[in-house]
């Protein structure tokens, strides 16, 4: 397997267990494309799982195949297989004996790496998915928090550079704010080695932020729908689909936009240990009454007011107040909204990648961009209910039926006699 995304196909692919009825996956086919992100999403018991893991055959199909990358995977050695395929799981699945550094190095030393490619690798990953090496490097996964062990459990699955990554429901047992930053790094991380990933879920709204296609699923994996977020939220195929993906989609299309699609707009800044008089003129200069604070790293630290500078006699890091929440530019729509809503004034600073600042968004550009979106949303709907109705056969007057009905009648005598 390549080092890049790889294709993957199912074709008629059926888990039957003994004594059971009916099977629990049923006949599934789809292809996901090299680099592309699919979503399995389905009620509980639909199957969604079990038809994931027999991409790397935790799980033995009865009957149908696997390709990746047009090649079969039940002719190769299971072991073999699963060292080329990433997996990553809910609660991270970290051996508790093992340090962090010991768990990333799981596959590459089964693979027969140098130890020095090895070592070179852990620090490669833990820089990738956001993680001091010096500092998380020789903990144990009992002192990391739950997002820290996701993150170890992702950076575990991409330390040997397997083409494909398997996720089943790897952030279900996180809080909801972690769990939204582990999306965005999920997204971040996807932008920068484009890997084949197949994730499972039963979140419409996790489906929605990260998958460039999602596979609806009902009762035995049988596909309901199998199309662009847009379009199952636009169109969906059925009552069971539309069901499934709720009220509100004009909501949910906020999930599909995200502020590095829409151009994060920036505000004055000053560093800690800039001289007072140097900050105060530069807010002078601005059209604004605020500027960020930023540590020496660039991360957003304090909010300063004119007022704040205007009495400022210390240090900077006394004054104004504290910066709380932040949003990353991975963030769709709908996060920043509850960011700044929750925001007793109104806005929020947006990071990039280690938490460095990227800019600021304001509760008034945030609304004008939602309507102008909405607004949008309405034309084409408009525009496909017109392509509907153009396509729509015209029905057929009283007195040509009667005529059609007619000349049956008689073809049929006809060919009686």
């Known amino acids: 397997m390549a080092d890049t995304g790889a294709a993957i196909e199912l074709v008629g692919l059926t888990k039957r267990y003994p004594g059971d009825r009916q099977p629990s996956v049923d ?7 090299a680099g592309e992100t699919v979503v399995f999403v389905g009620p509980s018991g639909c199957g969604k799982s079990t038809t994931l893991k027999m991409i790397n055959r935790l799980i033995e199909p009865s009957s149908g195949s696997v390709r990746i990358n047009g090649e079969d995977v039940t002719g190769l050695d299971p072991v073999e297989l699963r060292r080329g395929i990433g997996y990553a799981i809910q609660s991270s699945g970290l ?23 090895v070592r070179a690798r852990v620090t490669e990953m833990l820089e990738l998915v956001g993680l001091d090496p010096g500092e998380f490097r020789d903990r144990y996964p009992r002192r990391l928090s739950g997002g820290q062990q996701q993150r170890v459990g992702v950076a575990r699955a991409l330390a040997a550079d397997p083409p494909v990554l398997l996720m089943d ?36 709204d996790e489906a929605i932020k990260l998958g460039d296609r999602i596979a609806v699923l009902g009762e035995r994996s049988r596909i309901a729908q199998f199309d662009t977020p847009e379009a199952i939220l636009a169109h969906p195929a059925d009552a069971f689909v539309s069901g499934f993906v709720g009220s509100g989609a004009a909501l949910k299309r906020l999930d599909l936009t995200r502020l590095r699609d829409l151009g994060v707009p920036g505000c004055p800044t000053a560093h800690q240990g800039e001289p007072l008089p140097q900050v105060r003129a530069r807010l002078r200069a601005s059209a604004t009454d605020e500027m960020l604070l ?23 890091t006394e004054a ?87 000349r049956a009648e008689g073809d049929a005598m006809g060919s009686a006699g």
């Open 27 to 33: 006949g599934v086919t789809l292809r996901v494309d």
């Open 95 to 117: 051996f508790p004996h093992l340090t962090v550094a010991q768990n990333i190095a799981l596959v590459p030393r089964m693979a027969g790496w140098s130890g020095r490619r």
């Open 169 to 204: 429901e790897p952030f279900g047992a996180v809080d909801p704010v972690t769990r939204g930053h582990l999306q965005d790094e999920l997204l971040r991380l996807q932008r920068e080695l484009r890997k084949t990933i197949v994730f499972v879920t039963h979140d419409v």
């Open 294 to 316: 930023l540590d020496r790293r660039g991360r957003p630290v304090r909010w300063l007011r004119r007022a704040d500078l205007t009495h400022a006699e210390g240090p900077l």
């Open 320 to 406: 104004g107040t504290p910066v709380g929440g932040t949003v990353t530019r991975d963030a769709t729509l709908r996060e920043a909204l509850e960011a700044v809503l929750t925001d007793s004034t109104g806005r929020v600073a947006v990071t990039g990648p280690n938490g460095v600042y990227a800019g600021a968004v304001r509760l008034e550009g945030l609304l004008g961009t939602v309507r102008g979106l909405l607004a949008a949303d309405r034309g084409r709907a408009r525009e496909h209910q017109r392509e509907r109705e153009s396509t729509r056969p015209e029905p057929t007057p009283p007195e040509a039926e009667g005529a059609t009905a007619g």
